[in-house]
């Protein structure tokens, strides 16, 4: 026998748990048949419930498909406070992963997010993030001409590291990565670096964020 789900209409198989086309849950809950009215001066009140309180959390799997847009958000708020500098990055991309748990918990409200799945959301925030500030990083060193400084740091950092040593191999090692080449491929290296560890920023915060979430919805 044969049902409508109640929330994109497509038919099911009487028994099933979820729709396999929207993940709709298909639950019947049987509603107690209404209390006697109290009257006016009694001085007991009925407790009223909130809305978290009365629509249940389910454990389902996460939504990837809705998981891009919160993720993205979270990411860009991120990106943009470090790009102008305006947040510390450990806390913006800590921060961003957190956000993007409550914004996906929003969206979502049917689904119970835990610490791992949020560490899913917060490494998916970390990756955007780490993408959108490299796009706004190169636009605000385009901008306001920045492409010097960072190749004098660069260079300065090198500097510090040659008289650590007096070695022929690593003195040799250095002048490569002066040369233009050297320093792209240095560059690549410190982006690369900062990939890992945005994601793994973002996975914390995630995780915070389904501990924390956790907790209110169990409350």
């Not at 791992?116 to 959108?132: P, S």
């Not at 306001?144 to 590291?161: C, F, S, V, Y």
């Not at 040799?172 to 670096?193: E, H, K, Q, Y």
């Amino acid at each position: 026998m044969e049902e409508p789900c109640y929330k994109c209409g497509q038919m099911l198989e009487e028994g099933r748990v979820f729709c396999p086309h929207c993940r709709a849950p298909q639950i019947r809950v049987a509603v107690a048949e209404p209390a006697a009215a109290i009257p006016a001066d009694s001085p007991v009140r009925p407790v009223q419930l909130t809305a978290s309180q009365t629509v249940p959390v389910l454990a389902v799997p996460m939504r990837w498909d809705q998981a891009a847009q919160p993720c993205a958000v979270a990411a860009f708020i991120a990106a943009l406070g470090m790009v102008l500098r305006l947040i510390v990055p450990v806390i913006a991309v800590i921060g961003a992963g957190f956000l993007a748990v409550a914004l996906y918990r929003r969206r979502n409200p049917e689904i119970a997010v835990s610490a791992r799945t949020g560490a899913r959301l917060g490494a998916i925030c970390g990756f955007f993030c780490a993408g959108m500030t490299a796009i706004l990083g190169a636009l605000r060193v385009a901008i306001l001409h920045e492409g010097g400084k960072i190749r004098a740091i660069l260079l300065d950092a090198l500097q510090q590291q040659s008289g650590r040593s007096t070695d022929p191999e690593f003195q040799a090692s250095l002048d490569f990565f002066r040369s233009p080449t050297g320093l792209v491929l240095m560059l690549a290296f410190f982006l690369i670096m900062a990939l890992i560890m945005l994601i793994l920023l973002g996975m914390l915060g995630g995780a915070l964020g389904g501990v924390g979430l956790g907790r209110r919805n169990r409350s």
